[in-house]
């Protein structure tokens, strides 16, 4: 009966993703339902490691974080966790072959948000691999199905989509981070002296992830590439709206796209895709 263990973790894996994200629910809504579960298992696993380290300042974090990596990869190795989430996660890992090397890559790049500091260039980068690159390659491991070489073909489009990703949510979430969390991700940046001119640099940078990343959705199998797309589109516009906003704005407000944009987003998006016009 075993089942029914594993439905429940399935489901609670589920849950956290539309709790915490309408976006990637969204998204994972309109990938092909074969492949819908194991991405739900793995942005579950992702939200719960990222709440330790952003929302339990009031407990012993990173003994949290350590308990939680144990348990990982225990859950991995014994094919079962009494835990929901790491249960649906070790699932996925087991069934796609997911390397453990970018579930330690990532682990460590949650770990480093245990302190606050201002990232230099290494760092920046490091995190940036850990907490999103890796993401997307453990992703990509289920959109391919386990095929070795086409994974190794998509791999840099993977990484410069969650690059490009999370380097938009550190512009959307500068003030929380800043004046909240004590963190500064963007490196050689005086946060006292954040303007125009070094807001564009950075949407510079991001433009460039955001061009080779749309380059590998459109190599993507079918079953994947309209999910993957409509996550795309939410960001780039939500990229567009902060391209949009000064400076001064983006460091007081979180800049954000309205459910019901998101759902005209999604509408639009399917037009396209099924006109075959990406």
């Not at 089942?3 to 849950?15: A, K, P, R, T």
């Not at 939200?47 to 144990?70: G, Q, S, W, Y």
């Not at 070094?198 to 955001?210: G, T, Y």
């Amino acid at each position: 009966m075993k089942h029914i263990f594993d439905n429940l973790s399935q489901e609670m894996s589920e849950l956290t993703t539309k709790r915490y994200s309408t976006s990637f629910s969204l998204g994972i809504k309109m990938l092909s339902k074969e492949i819908q579960q194991p991405i739900y298992s793995i942005y579950g696993f992702v939200r719960f490691a990222d709440e330790i380290v952003d929302t339990f300042h009031d407990f012993p974090k990173a003994r949290l974080l350590e308990d939680f990596r144990k348990q990982t990869f225990e859950a991995i190795e014994q094919g079962i966790s009494l835990n929901p989430i790491l249960n649906s996660f070790q699932w996925a890992v087991n069934k796609y072959q997911i390397p453990h090397d970018l579930i330690e890559t990532f682990l460590e790049s949650m770990k480093m948000d245990l302190n606050k500091q201002a990232y230099d260039e290494e760092q920046y980068k490091k995190y940036i691999l850990g907490s999103a690159e890796v993401v997307g390659l453990m992703c990509l491991k289920v959109f391919v199905d386990g095929d070795a070489s086409e994974y190794q073909r998509l791999t840099p489009a993977a990484m410069s989509l969650g690059s490009a990703f999370q380097k938009i949510n550190f512009l959307r979430d500068l003030n929380a981070d800043y004046k909240t969390l004590g963190r500064v991700y963007f490196p050689g940046i005086d946060m006292n002296e954040f303007n125009a001119t070094v807001k564009h640099d950075i949407e510079k940078d991001i433009e460039a992830d955001f061009h080779a990343g749309y380059l590998g959705i459109l190599e993507l199998p079918k079953k994947a590439r309209f999910g993957v797309y409509l996550a795309y589109i939410y960001y780039y516009k939500l990229f567009a709206k902060i391209k949009n906003t000064s400076a001064k704005v983006i460091m007081n407000e979180r800049i954000r796209i309205p459910n019901n944009r998101k759902v005209g987003l999604l509408l639009s998006s399917y037009v396209r895709h099924n006109l075959n016009l990406l």
